[in-house]
């Protein structure tokens, strides 16, 4: 038996429908991987990176350039221990502190 089901469907007899995926894949992009993302400068070494901060918990951190070119604890540290920077969450605080990056969520 043949399945004519799959994964992520093409909707190819369904112009509008593929439209609005194309719609809804855009907002998507904008919500989770663009939109408040504030640029934050590590006041140790000066790398810059794109960070956006869900709770106070949670931090998103988009680099710029390779973390291993231009930040001296990463490019001393190995692959498997490459995990954060304590200078630059040190300087995301700072950013948050200062009101340089919006916090969305305060009740977690």
Known sequence: MTSTWSKAPDFADSPARVEAVRAQTEV???TYLEGGLQRVEC????ACVLVRKNSYKHTSIQWQADPAAVCPEFSDATP???????RLAASIDHAVLEGIVEVRDTES
Do not use: K
């Open 28 to 30: 998507d992009l904008q």
């Open 43 to 46: 006041r140790s070494c000066h």
């Open 80 to 86: 498997a221990s490459r995990r954060s920077c304590s």
